[in-house]
């Protein structure tokens, strides 16, 4: 079991940033894989980026260079560094994540808007 806790969503005009948490706690939490997903109203949960327990990440094409996901193993946290944010940001974030034990985890979603 994998307890998921995200954290720093909010408000934000276009332009600016946000930084999401997401930490994990459980019987067996050993990171091997993880990421964050985004939906928006009437849209499928689609994959925002991921990063796998060796630092390598993936992007989806639009956050890439704006994006950016990393990992705290001491801290058992996930986070997603997001810049220059634009309203087609706008959407509920949730984390996704993988651990050695198997299964696939998800946290209860953080809202983000990005509107003036």
């Known amino acids: 079991q994998v307890d998921l806790v995200e954290s720093g969503g909010g408000l934000v005009q276009p332009g600016g940033s946000l930084r999401l948490s997401c930490a994990a706690s459980?019987?067996?939490?050993?990171?091997?894989?993880g990421g964050w997903y985004r939906q928006a109203p009437g849209m499928q949960r689609a994959s925002v980026a991921d990063?796998?327990?060796?630092?390598?990440?993936t992007y989806q094409d639009s956050v890439k260079g704006r994006f950016t996901i990393s990992r705290d193993g001491a801290r058992n946290t996930l986070y997603l560094e997001m810049n220059d944010l634009r309203p087609a940001d706008t959407a509920v974030y949730y984390c996704n994540w993988r651990p050695l034990s198997g299964g696939s985890y998800w946290g209860l979603g953080t809202q983000v808007t990005v509107d003036s």
């Open positions: 459980g019987a067996d939490f050993v990171f091997t894989s």
């Open positions: 990063i796998l327990r060796n630092g390598i990440t």
